[in-house]
């Protein structure tokens, strides 16, 4: 018997391959019409995977070119998602406004390896108590205070002699600095640099966020992900076994917590939440959103937003400082005025030192460490501008557009400091349009945090050495991203100590 007459005969067959061509003729035209009438402009993609398999590991880049097509905001489909990208600052600021664009999509990152979502990724009122009451707690705790600002420095004095000595693969060396200062608000404690569990729960992080894109991957293309989790494909059980390492490394943490007999004493974020948790349960409320799991998913949320993107940014900070050595005669000439080369300096230093000030904002705008903001998605149609965005639908803020807009920033490609200072020199102006944490409501939840590490550790590190490299290398500013963006190319860094360190 031929297919053909396997077909003719076979009623049941024929009807539900009819029934599929209509389905997908009839989505096709839906989803066509859809985008004629309610979605902004964009390009076309494939059927089912939609403009996926075009994106490129730099997608920033390829969002910004395709606004100067289609203009600055526009919409794309990623596997079965409409995808509303906003690339200039007029729409940008509407969308931070917007309250129905704080909601996350429904798949959880790495869907099918992790079973809880983090805060991060919760939408609604989950989201709000989870928000609330991890700040409420990090601000307990010194957030934003002296209190958090001597532990960095404790951890700054631990760090610096660790430098002075060859030549330095900076980036993996301040890691597990930085890491600590998110580990002394979690843990309530920092780590030695050869404590094994730190080590491990680093190299674990590290693992983690180089698959990142597979975040991408498992919101846009879940079935696919499914698919490739059965079949062992994409290295999944690799992810699966990093991911599954930095959990039970931090459930060690947790038990430790839970062993100690701290009644209702906060003194870390694993406290505080253990409180919450115990006081719910007590009241009978839905203890399911604040539970074990959630707990490690927030602590390992916090340790992926907060130690690579300081890092990256402290990162590039060297780099125009090797490239500009220039920029760190004027920093330490601002060290010489204001704090001399015997005190400590403090956070507040930072307002007698416009350069310097300055210096990390081009660094930020330039660096973009988060040249994409984490997906959002619309809870209810909503419109910005003239564009609509329906809901459920899928939308990125572009932060890269807008650090690099010429219509913005003269000569953006330029890093020049001195744009942010005042005529006479005496202040540095934060323009509103600078927005390395994003902005609205779900902004950043560690700004206050990263900007007084980044403050901290750059002037620490100016007030002691003079940063080098070896002339032979030949300079690139080429970057590199995974969670965060970074120089792809640092050379091994030199630190002379200056004679009076
Ligand atoms: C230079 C350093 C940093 C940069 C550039 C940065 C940037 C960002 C950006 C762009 C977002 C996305 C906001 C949005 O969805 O629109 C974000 C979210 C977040 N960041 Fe940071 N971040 C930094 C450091 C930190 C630190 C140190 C912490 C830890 C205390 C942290 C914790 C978080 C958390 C928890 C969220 C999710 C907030 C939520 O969903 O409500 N970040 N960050």
Known sequence: MFLTDYFVFSQ???????????LFVFNFLVTTIKRLFQLPPGPWGLPIIGY???????SYLQFDSLSKKYGPVYCLKLGQHDVVVICDWDHLKLAFADESLLAKPHELFFEGIIKYPSFAEMSGDDWRFHRRVSLQVLRDLGLGTSKMEEAIRREIKQFLPTIGQGKVDFFTKLLPSVSNNISILLFGHNFSYSDPYKIGLDENMDRVNQTFQFAGLSTFLPWLVKIATALGLFRVSVISKHVHAVEDLLQKEIDMHQSESRVNEIEDYIDGYLVEQKNRQNKDENDELFSMGVLRRNLTGFFAAGSDTVTSTLSWA??????????????????????GFEREPVYTDRNRMPFTMAFLYETQRIGSVVAVNLLRRASRDTKIGKYNIPKDTIVIFNLWSIHRDPKIWIEPEKFDPNRY??????KAIKPPYLVPFSGGKRICLGEGLANVELFLYLVNILQKYQVRYDPSIKLSLEATFGVSRRPKHLPPLIFEKLPKF
């Open 12 to 22: 049941p067959l024929y009807s539900i391959t009819t029934g599929l061509i209509f």
């Open 52 to 58: 996926y398999p075009f994106l490129k590991d730099e």
């Open 318 to 339: 060297m780099m125009y400082l090797i490239y500009n050595p220039e920029y760190q005669d004027k920093i330490r000439a601002e060290i010489a005025d204001v704090i």
């Open 421 to 426: 200072l005042s005529e006479d020199g005496s």
